[in-house]
């Protein structure tokens, strides 16, 4: 960054990944500051420059404080350590510190061991309890699908769970010579006596009975305030990917594909971009939010928008060459053997979306939102020539 840049920065004031600091009186205020993005998605803290946006500076002792304070910081205060980089730069004939911390790939840091923070816009507070289990599975130490939901064995459907079996596998669950509870748990799918997050999802008798945050709410608008149609969908995650793409399929338009007007006509939106975008959404969101799928149509866009970002550093732009991001790895695992739900887990998904759009002339965004947290593909609707 240059002082033009550094001066358009200042002007634009602070923001979720720029703060603004006079200066530091203790090592454990820097700690929290540079946790606090570490946890977040990284950010620079400006050091000479107060809360108003005035350029103080600081003095050749201030910044060789700071940097010695700094060091111990990331090695000590912090858990586990953190790399940071810094950079002095002269603005006004005033000497201003840049601390770069990068988004941390070992989430949760916590300062002193016990305090967690993150940031809140431009400022920080202490992470809920809900965050610290989403800061967990961002660096792959806690997945939600793993974890007990206290819902009883009762409330597994055997007969379906039997079905997919014998078409995964070849045999029956019946031939299998152990015990359904510990073939269960070898699975993920139960443990000590209670569903997982997984086993309920999956193959749960009713699972948006028991968590219908988890679900997909489908609507077709007239305007932003008023719709046309409606559905809230629910079911095991392989219904609620039949029934998602349904409920778009049903609401698109068509069109003549060739000259026999009896035809059905072609819709709109290629189908199995579609397929595969529910498909993702329902294996790749954020279970640990308790928020359902949301899929809009309006007049110009179908919107699909999954609840929480990327994981760790996956960019939409990986996604986009074929990476894909792992969050949910016991769901992944069973959906990838159902040829009807279409999930192949080999990254191929994205990247087949944007060469079906691209071939029919539908423009397709992908949206890493991380102000909302949450995950939107948006299909224009671009009336085609027949």
């Known amino acids: 960054m240059n002082t ?61 404080r700071l940097n010695q304070w700094i060091s111990n910081a990331t090695t000590q205060k912090i858990e586990p350590p ?24 070992h989430k949760p840091y916590s300062v002193n061991k016990g305090d967690f923070w993150v940031k809140n816009g431009a400022d920080k507070r202490r992470a809920t309890r809900e965050e610290l289990f989403r800061l967990m599975q961002a660096s792959t130490r806690l997945y939600a699908d793993e974890m007990p939901t206290g819902t009883l064995l009762e409330e597994f459907d055997w007969l379906w769970f039997g079905q997919f079996f014998r078409s995964a596998y070849g045999e029956d669950v019946g031939d299998s010579e152990i015990e359904r509870e510990t073939l269960l748990t070898n699975l993920k799918l139960a443990q000590d006596g209670r569903l997982t997050l997984a086993g309920l999802l999956l193959f749960g008798k009713a699972p948006t009975r028991q968590r219908p945050q988890f679900s997909i709410k489908a609507t077709v608008y007239w305007t932003a305030d008023e719709y046309r149609d409606k559905e809230d969908i629910g079911g095991n995650l392989f219904a609620q990917q039949r029934r998602g793409v349904d409920f778009i399929l049903r609401n698109l338009h068509r069109y003549p594909n060739g000259h026999d007007f009896n035809a059905p006509g072609e819709p709109e939106i290629p189908v199995p971009a579609i397929r595969e975008v529910v498909a993702n959404a329902l294996a ?49 695992s069973f959906l990838a053997k159902d040829a009807e739900y279409g999930y192949t887990g080999r990254g191929s998904g994205i990247p087949r979306v944007l060469r079906l759009c691209r071939e029919q002339d539908v423009p397709v965004t992908l949206t890493n939102d991380t102000d909302r947290n949450r995950f939107a593909v948006v299909f224009s609707r671009t009336k085609r020539s027949s």
């Open 82 to 105: 953190l790399f940071v980089q810094t950079t002095t730069l002269l603005v006004e004939q005033k000497t201003i510190l840049i601390i770069a911390v990068p988004r941390g790939s």
């Open 4 to 64: 033009a840049q550094m001066l358009e920065r200042i002007a634009a004031g602070e923001d979720t990944g720029h703060q603004f600091k006079r200066d530091f009186t203790s090592i454990d205020h820097l700690a929290v500051e540079i946790a606090a993005f570490a946890n977040s998605q990284g950010g620079s803290i400006l050091v000479g420059i107060d809360d108003q946006g005035q350029i103080v500076g600081l003095t050749g002792g201030d910044v060789r």
């Open 284 to 332: 790749h969101r954020d279970y640990f939010i308790d928020a359902p799928i949301a899929i809009s149509l309006y007049d110009d866009r179908v919107e699909i928008v999954s609840p929480g970002v990327l994981p760790n550093t996956v960019t939409v732009e990986n996604i986009k060459l074929g990476i894909h991001p792992e969050r949910n790895p016991i769901l992944l």
